[in-house]
């Protein structure tokens, strides 16, 4: 994930969109609509079981044979899945911005973006909130945390296996370094 590129902000008039607006959008770009309005969080916000339960449904659907916009619909809500489920979670964990409609709406410029800037804005926001009381869990791509954390503070690391000496670790994300060298000790 990139650190540099664009930044991930939002034009000044998304603010004052209503829920109506938001949700024509999301209808727009990926043909979900969901029946319910029950499933809105505010007027920008919807829970992810719902879009997860829409994506299993028309899952089948999608074969090589599809047309690219049902192809790029979908990609929208596996995107929009990714950001609320994973890199961008608040606390409930079950919601994701609508906003995030507004950088996924051309895919030609979504690789412009700097998501890894994003992300670790969005996580320090959120362990600010948490420290200075203003909420009591952390939300934010955690693993991200606490990959730091065992790069950082050598008490916090996890027990390392020694790797045979005929073994060379691949250059790979700082990340999956960790995954990979005791997968290989195995």
Do not use: K
Not at 106 to 123: H, K, M, N, Q
């Amino acid at each position: 994930m990139s650190a540099d590129g664009l930044p991930v902000l939002l034009p000044a008039t998304m603010r004052y969109y209503s829920r109506q607006t938001y949700w024509d959008m999301l209808n727009m770009l990926t043909g979900f609509m969901p029946e319910d309005e029950a499933v809105a969080s505010g007027s920008s916000r919807i829970q992810l079981v719902h879009i997860r339960d829409h994506l299993v449904q028309i899952h089948h659907t999608i074969i090589d044979e599809s047309a690219e916009v049902d192809v790029q619909r979908y990609t929208r809500l596996l995107l929009l899945l990714l950001f609320g489920g994973v890199l961008f979670p608040n606390t409930s964990g079950n919601l994701v911005s609508l906003r995030f409609l507004h950088h996924i709406a051309r895919f030609e410029d979504t690789s412009l973006y700097s998501w890894g800037g994003a992300v670790i804005s969005y996580l320090y926001r959120q362990i600010c909130r948490a420290c200075i009381g203003t909420q009591r869990d952390v939300g934010g791509f955690l693993p991200l945390l606490q990959v730091w954390v065992w790069e950082r503070f050598l008490q916090f690391q996890p027990p390392l296996p020694q790797l045979p000496a005929n073994v060379e670790i691949p250059q790979l994300p700082l990340a999956c370094r960790w995954v990979m060298r005791r997968t290989l000790a195995r």
